[in-house]
């Protein structure tokens, strides 16, 4: 519909100057599917009490309502000219029964048609495809904006993943330093828990026993008593266990991270 009022808005002037007449005249546009269901609807009308004209633009092809528009201002024409200040009738077959009337309509149909046709052919001349141009960008429009989306999506996905690899490079690259500094190149020599000659058999540590004295007895026993509570209630380090919890927290948030970083790529590239 836009283009349509830009069609008319540009061809009015050149419609006045070759028509003649002396008066604004005043356009409606009328959509009416009802009507539009007709081949032989209405088109359009004049009505010169008010030099209003009234055209019917469901369904129509732009230059067809223009080509109605020029009919009708050519009905202006002739009321700025006096011509519709006798009695007339526009009931059916008006065409054919009032001679007046008749050739009254056979000058809206050849002047305005030639005055439309005279409009067109001077935009051609001139290479003017400015309303070719708006029509090619309404039917764009759409195509273009589908693109535009595909293309930030595309782009906030591949963002969103470059940022994740890395992120995925690091962790990997600081698992490894840290296996490495737990597990040395170069285990000290010695015999292991596997070897079973570093092992203390029960003969040898009942001996060990009866060779101590009251007072190394005294100080093993209460180490055991000491130690045999820590095995059964171990107390928890405040700082292993803030460290834990962060890690878990970070564990949780890193779930997350991909979704909320789609999001504000997409918010970021689509606010712009």
């Given at each position: 519909?836009?283009?349509?009022?830009?069609?008319?808005?540009?061809?009015?002037?050149?419609?006045?100057?070759?028509?003649?007449?002396?008066?604004?005249?005043?356009?409606?546009?009328?959509?009416n599917h009802e009507n539009a269901k007709n081949p032989l609807a209405r088109t359009a009308h004049y009505s010169p009490d008010n030099f209003t004209i009234t055209l019917y633009t469901t369904g129509r092809h732009p230059k067809d309502i223009l080509r109605s528009f020029?009919?009708?201002?050519?009905?202006?024409?002739?009321?700025?000219?006096?011509?519709?200040?006798?009695?007339?009738?526009?009931?059916?077959?008006?065409?054919?029964?009032?001679?007046?009337?008749?050739?009254?309509?056979?000058e809206a149909y050849e002047r305005g048609n030639l005055c439309f046709r005279d409009w067109e052919d001077s935009l051609k001349e001139n290479n003017n495809n400015k309303f070719m141009v708006a029509m090619e960008q309404k039917k764009g429009v759409?195509?273009?904006?589908?693109?535009?989306?595909?293309?930030?999506i595309y782009?906030?996905?591949?963002?969103?993943?470059?940022?994740?690899?890395?992120?995925?490079?690091?962790?990997?690259s600081a698992a490894q330093k840290e296996k490495m500094d737990v597990e040395?190149?170069?285990?000290?020599?010695?015999?292991?828990?596997?070897?079973?000659?570093?092992?203390?058999?029960?003969?040898?540590?009942?001996?060990?026993?009866?060779?101590?004295?009251?007072?190394?007895?005294?100080?093993?026993?209460?180490?055991?008593?000491?130690?045999?509570?820590e095995l059964a209630n171990?107390?928890?380090?405040?700082?292993?266990?803030?460290e834990e919890e962060i890690e878990s927290t970070m564990l949780t948030t890193d779930q997350a991270w991909w979704n909320d970083s789609l999001f504000e790529s997409l918010k970021k590239k689509w606010i712009k």
């Open positions: 519909m836009q283009l349509v009022k830009q069609m008319i808005k540009d061809f009015y002037p050149f419609a006045k100057k070759q028509l003649g007449f002396n008066k604004p005249v005043q356009v409606q546009f009328a959509v020029a009919h009708e201002l050519v009905h202006h024409a002739q009321c700025c000219r006096g011509e519709f200040a006798n009695r007339f009738s526009t009931g059916q077959g008006y065409a054919q029964k009032d001679d007046r009337m008749r050739e009254m309509e056979r759409k195509t273009m904006n589908q693109e535009v989306i595909k293309k930030a782009e906030a996905v591949k963002e969103v993943l470059e940022k994740r690899s890395l992120v995925t490079e690091k962790e990997l040395p190149d170069n285990p000290p020599e010695g015999p292991g828990p596997e070897d079973g000659d570093g092992d203390i058999n029960k003969k040898d540590l009942k001996k060990l026993r009866e060779e101590e004295t009251e007072t190394e007895k005294k100080e093993r026993e209460e180490s055991e008593e000491h130690f045999g509570k171990p107390k928890r380090d405040d700082k292993k266990l803030e």
